[in-house]
């Protein structure tokens, strides 16, 4: 469908709460948020000119998105103002994660929550990103990490079974896998499933409780990890850019965030390091234990260069390290 905006007319969107009119010019705004929000390339300046323009302030569909995108940035002072322009709050809020808990927390208006949803709310503001349980402190504590993406790769895992272990997807039925996951890795898209059991969770991608989204509903039913991570936008933007625009795989996002962490820190450089399990999607056959085929999200070929410089990278920063393709 073509939207003229020259046109004063509306356009209805459905958000899987109730429809809600927006103006074609107003539409076209929010379509910009949906495009920052989904590449995380965007900035201060980029966020202020949506502000100012007519109609944004006191439209909830586009003030909950904006102020989204600013608490990702920090800004929680222009967050606040959009938010209290918008007065008494809608159900849309229910959309935006961060927006929830922040009104939450500086006592601004939030709709009508049910007792789950609420104590969702109060079990993520716990558990998200925590300060004194980072994926770096867990690592420190075990001395080392084991990653086991879910590619055909080893036939049987070899790191160190007191190793950090960060494994990928269901990876239960990856039969190469013989222990449980400290970190369980997934993207944004899966299923929550208690029967594969982890300590912790790291959600890939770019950080999902930024976007419209409401995924975090899913954590009203499990509520048992002690930590949720994601990762940062910078890094996922900047990797956006280094893949032409693609889309970083989850297992390069990750590596990419170790390795640069590892830079960071000299406490982590004196830990062991154990990669398997990853492919570089170009292969005929399917490139993952349980027969999925390669994304076409994912510009392979550029990230088989990424991802050997990253290993490369791992290899010179760790006291001992293998990488088993």
């Known amino acids: 469908m073509v939207y003229n905006l020259q046109k004063k007319r509306s356009v209805r969107l459905n958000f899987n709460i109730k429809k809600i009119t927006l103006s074609t010019d107003l539409y076209a705004l929010f379509?910009?948020?949906?495009?920052?929000?989904?590449?995380?390339?965007?900035?201060?300046?980029?966020?202020?000119?949506i502000h100012i323009a007519p109609g944004v302030i006191g439209n909830k569909t586009l003030s909950y998105y904006l102020a989204s995108l600013y608490l990702h940035l920090g800004e929680e002072g222009q967050a606040s103002d959009l938010l209290v322009s918008c007065g008494r709050a809608g159900r849309e809020m229910k959309q935006y994660c961060r927006v929830l808990m922040f009104c939450q927390r500086n006592q601004l208006p939030t709709p009508s929550l049910t007792v789950a949803e609420q104590g969702c709310l109060e079990y993520l503001n716990r558990v998200l990103n925590p300060a004194l349980l980072t994926i770096d402190h867990l690592i420190g504590q075990h001395g080392g990490f084991s990653i086991v993406g879910n590619a055909p790769g080893a036939q049987t895992v070899r790191g160190n079974p007191a190793s950090c272990k960060l494994y990928f997807n269901n990876y239960l039925k990856n039969p190469r896998i013989p222990d449980i996951a400290t970190v369980h890795v997934v993207t944004p898209s899966w299923q929550i499933d208690a029967s594969i059991p982890s300590e912790c969770l790291c959600i890939t991608g770019n950080d999902i409780f930024y976007r419209r989204s409401r995924v975090w509903r899913k954590f009203i039913k499990y509520q048992q990890f002690k930590a949720v991570y994601t990762l940062p936008q910078v890094l996922w933007s900047d990797l956006v850019v280094q893949l032409g625009g693609f889309s970083p795989s989850a297992g390069l996002l990750l590596l990419s965030y170790l390795?640069?962490?590892?830079?960071?820190?000299?406490?982590?450089?004196?830990?062991?390091?154990?990669?398997?399990?990853?492919?570089s999607g170009q292969t005929k056959i399917n490139h993952s234990y349980d027969s999925?085929?390669?994304?076409?999200?994912?510009?392979?070929?550029?990230?088989?260069?990424?991802?050997?410089?990253?290993?490369?990278?791992?290899?010179?920063?760790?006291?001992?390290?293998?990488?088993?393709?």
């Open 259 to 279: 390795s640069q962490q590892i830079s960071l820190n000299q406490s982590m450089s004196k830990v062991n390091g154990y990669v398997a399990g990853f492919s």
């Open 292 to 325: 999925e085929p390669a994304s076409d999200s994912h510009n392979w070929a550029v990230e088989s260069d990424l991802f050997q410089r990253v290993v490369d990278s791992l290899n010179a920063q760790c006291i001992h390290f293998v990488n088993e393709p």
């Open 31 to 49: 379509m910009q948020l949906e495009r920052l929000a989904k590449s995380g390339d965007y900035d201060l300046a980029t966020l202020r000119r």
